[in-house]
Structures are given as C-alpha cells and as structure tokens.
C-alpha cells in the first residue's frame, strides 16, 4: 500500500501539513487543542498552527494514535521530501521555521507585558 502524501507549507506565520485533495467541509476535528487537527475516516487530513509546534504540543500529539501514521510529505517552499510519522513532521516544522515563529512569541509576550 502506498503511503499517503502531504504538503508541507509555511506562510510566515502560520504553518500547514495538509493532504493534497484537503476539503475541509468532510472532516472533523481531532479533540486535540495544540496542533489544530482535522481528520475524515479516522485519519488525519490536515494539521495547522499559528505558532511554531513546542515540546509540549509534540508530546501530546504522541498521545493520539493518528500522528503515528507512515506518510510521505513534501515542503512545498524548498522541495525537500522526507517519509515518517506526523510526528516527524512537526518536528522537522519546530527545527526549520521555530525561529520565525519565535519571533511572533517574543513580540506576543512583550506585549501583553504592557
């Protein structure tokens, strides 16, 4: 069986894993707060956020059994093509656009600090 495929997307600050033919009117949401996470079937077709994914957020991801699922994902705005888990995915997220997401965080707390 082939692995399902997902797009990888950063828009500055917002992030996407989302399957190819998303539509958005099928799914429903996965109980979990931090990704946002919708499914149909059962299984995960898209996972977003405003904010860089923390460690706490990867951690309770690992608590759903739909982030373990094997697929193939592609990041759209550099190519780069790599297959595991959803897992792996906000991983490979919190390493390459953390900091530009960070920056958003810093400039939240300061903020709120007035």
């Given at each position: 069986?082939?692995?399902?495929?997902?797009?990888?997307e950063?828009?500055?600050?917002?992030?996407?894993?989302?399957?190819s033919?998303?539509?958005?009117d099928k799914t429903k949401?996965?109980?979990i707060i931090s990704?946002?996470?919708s499914?149909i079937?059962?299984?995960?077709a898209?996972?977003?956020?405003?904010?860089?994914p923390q460690q706490?957020d990867?951690?309770?991801?690992?608590e759903?059994?739909?982030?373990y699922?094997i697929?193939?994902?592609?990041?759209?705005?550099n190519?780069?093509?790599?297959?595991g888990?959803?897992i792996?995915a906000?991983?490979y997220?919190?390493?390459?656009f953390g900091?530009?997401?960070q920056i958003?965080?810093?400039?939240?707390s300061?903020?709120?600090k007035?």
């Open positions: 069986m082939e692995n399902r495929k997902f797009n990888i950063y828009l500055g600050i917002e992030w996407f894993i989302e399957v033919n998303y539509d958005k949401g996965l109980k990704p946002i996470t499914v079937d059962g299984k995960i898209q996972v977003f956020d405003i904010l860089t706490e990867i951690e309770e991801a690992k759903y059994k739909e982030f699922e697929c193939d994902f592609e990041v759209l705005s190519g780069h093509k790599f297959s888990t959803f792996d906000l991983e997220i919190r390493a390459n900091s530009h997401s958003y965080t810093e400039f939240s300061l903020s709120q007035r």
